[in-house]
């Protein structure tokens, strides 16, 4: 048995997760495991990299997943990323936010809303110390720009950036050319 596979074998029984083929989980990567978490095969989970199912919550990460150094996944209703999906280094994904109606209470103290899920569609990449912010989804194949905030629906095939993530390019099949979008 290899070093890798042994170390991932260990933090797998750490974080009560059954252990799959190909599985890389760093001794430096953490999970927080509520609700449900469920990682297909050959899913990297690089060095302080940070995934929460907290109460009912359930997180779901597609076979051949890359999630870079830093990467965070917090959820309390669901998180969902397709197969084959890669994250710069330090993107935070997550479906909630904190409340802050009640100017008279500590934003600490009034607890987490969340107003949907995340779904991030196979094949897509995810830049660097990007966000993205439930409800929202990442089509299939589309790219984030590095430190973009996503906050709402991005189809598949287009590549978004800024603050918040806005289409600048868009995939067209019948030419095969990634085409700026007007």
């Not at 290899?2 to 990567?29: D, S, V, W």
Request: proline share 4%.
């Amino acid at each position: 048995m290899k070093m890798r596979e042994l170390i991932t074998r260990f933090q797998c029984l750490r974080f009560g997760i059954p252990y799959k083929e190909g599985l890389f989980i760093h001794p430096l990567a953490s999970l927080q495991k509520e609700g449900r978490i469920e990682i297909a095969e050959r899913v990297a989970f690089q060095s302080n990299t940070f995934l929460a199912s907290r109460g009912n919550a359930c997180v779901k990460i597609g076979e051949g997943c890359f999630l870079n150094a830093g990467t965070r996944i917090d959820s309390v209703m669901s998180i969902e990323i397709g197969s084959n999906v890669m994250t710069g280094p330090y993107v935070y994904i997550t479906d909630f936010n904190h409340c802050y109606s009640n100017i008279d209470v500590p934003v600490k103290n009034q607890g987490l809303l969340s107003k949907g899920g995340v779904v991030i569609g196979d094949g897509a990449w995810i830049g660097v110390h990007s966000t993205i912010i439930g409800p929202a989804t990442i089509g299939k194949g589309s790219v984030i720009g590095a430190n973009s905030v996503v906050v709402g629906d991005i189809p598949d095939y287009c590549i978004a950036c800024g603050v918040p993530a806005s289409i600048v390019k868009r995939y067209n099949k019948d030419r095969g050319i990634w085409e700026r979008c007007k």
